[in-house]
């Protein structure tokens, strides 16, 4: 199948997504529900091609056996939550020489101004103060060689990654405006399912790992006690009624999340749960999370005590990876003049 991956890709122009995560230890319930579950989706109607963006990983730093662990673990939930490696190709991003290659490149290509308007750097290097290391600075020219390697049409970003990818956009614009047509300018793809998932303590706020709050956030990986906990903990409001509503942010995100794990609408679920109270709510939705979750943590469970599976897949993912990017690499690489061995 990989063998053939290219000239289906001619035949048939599916057009290319590529996305990737970052391996943070974490991966939350809005993770999944957000972004996840969409590549797992677009498989069938789109090439894709998805990575595990380790060296983006360490613009903080990592302790290294933490850090190995976090890899191995995103690739394997990955796998878990239904990225089939025998459609889409699926790699670790350091695996693949020809990013950290084209990142070079692509930062001569990055205006310093550029870098310096980018909110996450400015979020960032507040927030560890004590290491604005310039890899931080200059983390948008590595995604965008990701993206570019692989002439990727449509990358599925959220809000936070938006301003990263225009970036990638004007990087490719700007080197094909030079050198002629080299990159694919990438277009964003919105997903039409899967609402944006909040923190179950402060519902205004976007559900985040790196909240203090344990409560706030659910991981796909926490155990069903857990899970069902954080729900009963989840913050609602007082008309005790399960509806969409304006100054409900609490009770409308559970009923974005069942309705994102069950396929039901908000109507539907209004009427399920008519004259019942929050409580019993707030339960059902934990139980329907965990349900979804279940064969996840199965799957997952299985393959990270298969290395060599893992190991096969990533292999596999890395070999398809690096033949494709080392077309893109080569063809910039010739137009700025470069000798090629
Ligand atoms: N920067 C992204 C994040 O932190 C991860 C990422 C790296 C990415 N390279 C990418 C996302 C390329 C999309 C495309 O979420």
Not at 44 to 54: L, Q
Not at 187 to 210: A, F
Request: with cysteine.
């Amino acid at each position: 199948m990989t063998e053939n991956m290219p000239q289906e890709t001619k035949q048939e122009k599916k057009k290319v997504i590529f996305s990737a995560i970052q391996p943070s230890g974490t991966i939350t319930l809005g993770n999944y529900i957000g972004a996840l579950r969409n590549w797992v989706k677009l498989q069938d109607d789109y090439n894709c091609i998805f990575a595990v963006a380790d060296l983006h990983a360490i613009t903080v730093r990592q302790d290294p056996k933490i850090f190995k662990q976090n890899i191995l673990n995103a690739y394997a939930l990955l796998l878990a939550c239904g990225i089939d490696t025998e459609k889409s190709p699926f790699f670790i991003q350091s695996h693949v020489h020809t990013h950290a290659e084209l990142a070079w490149i692509l930062n001569c290509y990055t205006q310093f101004g550029e870098l310096s308007r980018m909110t996450q750097f400015k979020d960032k290097s507040q927030k560890h103060a004590d290491n604005v290391n310039a890899g931080l600075f200059t983390y948008p020219s590595l995604m965008a060689a990701d993206i570019l390697l692989y002439q990727a049409d449509l990358v599925p970003v959220g809000a936070d990654q938006k301003q990263h990818l225009e970036l990638a956009r004007n990087i490719a614009d700007r080197f094909n405006g030079i050198y002629g047509k080299t990159f694919t300018i990438p277009d964003g793809y919105i997903s039409k399912v899967g609402s944006r998932i909040m923190s179950l303590q402060d519902p205004t706020k976007k559900m985040s790992k790196s909240d203090e709050n344990v409560n706030a956030w659910v991981a796909v990986l926490d155990n069903p006690d857990t899970i069902m906990k954080k729900f009963k903990r989840a913050v609602t409001d007082s008309e005790a009624v399960v509806r969409v509503g304006e100054g409900k942010d609490g009770i409308n995100n559970l009923i974005g999340i069942m309705s994102s794990v069950t396929g039901k609408t908000a109507d539907e679920i209004t009427v399920e749960f008519e004259g019942k109270g929050y409580g019993d709510f707030k339960q059902a939705v934990g139980e329907a999370v965990v349900e979804e979750l279940r064969p996840i943590q199965e799957r997952f469970n299985d393959y990270i005590k298969n290395k060599d599976y893992l190991e096969e897949q990533y292999r596999k993912g890395a070999e398809f990876a690096l033949r494709i990017s080392q077309r893109t690499l080569d063809k910039a690489m010739k137009k700025i003049g470069y000798v090629l061995k």
